[in-house]
Each structure stands twice: as C-alpha cells, then as structure tokens.
C-alpha cells in the first residue's frame, strides 16, 4: 500500500511563497515519477508540475512555470514543490501523485495524498 502525505501548506499573502512537500512510504521510491495537482472551489483539478523518477526531468503547467519549483530527495522519500510570488486565484487544494506515466492527466497517475490547503490572500 503506497502512502502520500502532504505538509507544508497554510495561509500565505499574495506574492509570498510556499514550500510544499510529500513523504512518500509503503513502496521503493525512487523508481515512480511524483507530481502536484491542484484543485480550487468549484472548479476541475488541474496539473501543477511533475518530477521523473531520478529527479533529471521536470514539467510544470504554463501557469506555473518559472515560479514554481518541483524537486525530489529519493534518499528521504519525498518531493517538493516550491511556490513563488504566489496569487489568488492559486487558492486550492494541492494533491501529491506517484506513478509510472510521464502524463499531465489525473488520470495516469496511481496513488494521490489527501491533499494539504494553501490559501493566498489579496
């Protein structure tokens, strides 16, 4: 049974920043690709970024790129996402995924966290 837990999220104000991460357990890490998916109030789930397994190859959502920052420590299980000059409409839900495809879709991905807030005011 793989296992996703998120921390790092809160209340931050718009333009500050945020470092998520996910402990990954239950099986061998550093063999599956992880990503972030966000979900706002109301609206569909969207991709954030995503980190293959050795951590050598990364993709983010356009909306992201160059703000965010996804990384891994297959030594401690986990990975990162580091969110910069963050906004409010970036208020959502930000879920942790593992898998073995390369993919933007929820849909290709195998184990999720429960997800951890993150709340950008104005």
């Known amino acids: 049974q793989v296992r996703l837990v998120e921390s790092g999220g809160g209340l931050v104000q718009a333009g500050g920043s945020l470092r998520l991460s996910c402990a990954a357990s239950?099986?061998?890490?550093?063999?599956?690709?992880m990503g972030w998916f966000r979900q706002a109030p109301g609206k569909e789930r969207e991709f954030v970024a995503a980190?293959?397994?050795?951590?050598?190859?990364?993709t983010y959502a356009d909306s992201v790129k160059g703000r965010f920052t996804i990384s891994r420590d297959n030594t401690k299980n986990t990975v990162y996402l580091q969110m910069n000059s963050l906004k409010p409409e970036e208020t959502a839900v930000y879920s942790c995924?593992?898998?073995?495809?390369?993919?933007?879709?929820?849909?290709?991905?195998?184990?999720w966290g429960q997800g951890t807030q993150v709340t950008v005011s104005s």
């Open positions: 239950g099986r061998t890490f550093s063999g599956y690709n």
């Open positions: 995924v593992t898998g073995r495809a390369w993919s933007w879709s929820s849909n290709d991905y195998d184990y």
């Open positions: 980190i293959n397994w050795s951590g050598g190859r990364t």
